[in-house]
């Protein structure tokens, strides 16, 4: 009789975990661990038999022992969401439910990352009893404190499974928690000339030549008159001047220019060809996404040096103002000391900028009988500078 009232409860016991399992693997098998389950939602899985309510109580109270089931606040009330196997066996490294309160805490942050004042508060566990906690799960490898870019004086912790996310890091723009700038200037660059190669094409490398004038057949007694093709034809090549006419002595070189690609040109760059670029180059050994070159793109456009050109459905880049820029690379000017001091396109700048007028400080004041006047300019400049030193 003992037997038989001892094997009961061990028989619901059974079921309860056959359940259990069943209902943890029917929310693996609907969805990631991110998304939420409502209560309902549970019972339309079709883990529990007839949908009872106090077997589902009991199947997930089970699931939230051994730290399979996470509840938490959802759209519409209390939700759950199923944790992997292998993170939830971590939680039996913790020593004391103060070490697993603690744990459960910055588990939930995820790769953001949470700050030690932040868990106090929340668990309303003194300090002393935090320090130990945490001291503990640093030791046996579950958590690790990591700088934050957005909170750089607080002491932040993290799963040591994970990796900080771009919010907390600052992506791949930030080196030790400071931005670097020389790192985003060289991307830029790169992406800058790469689409400048891809977007125009270069014009005028030749020399005016004197155009040859049509051939005529001169005579004493008739008027000059045009030869005809047979006649040309017929000419001696030992006899008729083949060479090409020698350029005047003060032809002018054409200055060679960029040239943007005619209209329907398809083969503007994208954001993956841009990538694909930058993966190539010696620049970082980072892998960017194209979200990130993306955002180094729209930087571009910002400052007026590049637009976006849509030909056919697809969004490629090319530069503004192709003629006036230059045909070298990124031009990077370098101070008395060697830092660099102006970095970006160098542009083509016209004749009336190069003349003193063009650079004057006190252009807008310049007038006959004024503070400044032609007569008088070089007087009214820092240093007394004259028109001829400054041109």
Known sequence: MATSMASAPVDEDSKIELYKDALYDACRASGTDQRLFSQQELLDLGAIP????????????????????????????????????SEAEKYKKCGD???????????????????SQTIIRRLQMHENVFKAAIKHLIQKKLVTPFKSVEHPNKKMYIKASLRPSEKATGG????????????????????????KRQSTYRKGSGVHRQQP???????????VKKRTADQMSTDDPSTTNTKPPAPAPNAAREKEILLPMPAGYLDYPTVSDIA????????????????????????????????????????????????????????????????????????????????????CPVFDLCEPGGPVAPSNYHNALPGGT?????G
């Open 276 to 359: 694909k670029i930058l993966s190539k180059t010696n620049i970082t050994k980072t892998v960017l996404s194209e979200e990130d070159v993306q955002k180094l793109v729209d930087v571009l456009i910002a400052d007026d040096l590049v637009e976006e050109a849509f030909v056919t459905g697809r969004k490629g880049y090319r530069i503004v103002r192709p003629t006036q820029q230059s045909l070298e690379g990124w031009a990077v000017k370098q101070g008395t000391a060697g830092e660099d001091i102006e970095a970006g396109p160098d542009m083509y700048r016209s004749g009336f900028s190069r003349i003193p007028c063009g650079n």
């Open 213 to 223: 004038r049509k051939g005529t057949i001169r005579g004493s007694a008739e008027k």
């Open 97 to 115: 439910q103060e070490q697993a309160m603690v744990y459960s805490v910055i588990d939930d942050a995820g790769s953001d990352g949470i700050w």
């Open 172 to 195: 791949p723009w930030f080196t030790d928690q400071n931005l670097d700038e020389a790192f985003i200037d060289a991307l830029q660059a790169v992406i800058y000339d790469f689409i």
């Open 386 to 390: 004259s028109g001829k030193a400054m």
């Open 50 to 85: 007839a949908n009872d309510l106090m077997i589902l109580k009991s199947v997930l109270q089970r699931l939230n022992d051994e730290r399979l089931l996470i509840s938490c606040q959802g759209p519409n009330g209390l939700a759950f969401k199923w944790r992997e196997q």
